[in-house]
Nanobody, 117 residues
Framework: QVQITESGGGLVQPGGSLRLSCAASGIMLRNYLMRWYRQAPGKQRELVASISSGGTPYYVDSVKGRFTISRNNTNNRVYLQMNTVNPEDTADYFC???????????WGQGTQVTVSS
């Protein structure tokens, strides 16, 4: 059974940092395009960052220079380092895995990030 689990969310002050982690069981993340999405209250889910199976990252403009996505194929995890956060980063953050050949996808349950003083 495949399970995707996000962790690392919480309350952080504006300008602070947070690292989200996405762990997988039942699949090898090295074979997957990994993406972090977020959904703020009352808004649609949006792509934040992705990293290909080969390690190529992509960032939405609003987080470029502040967020860093990375992957560790040894421990089967993907990370989202969030620096210089602001209140607009407040959202539930979701990890998504899409197989680089078949396109099969898995979602985690999300982790909540709140940026507030």
């Amino acid at each position: 059974q495949v399970q995707i689990t996000e962790s690392g969310g919480g309350l952080v002050q504006p300008g602070g940092s947070l690292r989200l982690s996405c762990a997988a069981s039942g699949i090898m993340l090295r074979n997957y395009l990994m993406r972090w999405y977020r959904q703020a209250p009352g808004k649609q889910r949006e792509l934040v960052a992705s990293i290909s199976s080969g390690g190529t990252p992509y960032y939405v403009d609003s987080v470029k220079g502040r967020f860093t996505i990375s992957r560790n194929n040894t421990n089967n995890r993907v990370y989202l380092q969030m620096n210089t956060v602001n209140p607009e980063d407040t959202a539930d953050y979701f990890c998504n895995a899409r197989h680089h050949l078949s396109g099969g996808m898995y979602w985690g349950q999300g982790t909540q990030v709140t940026v507030s003083s």
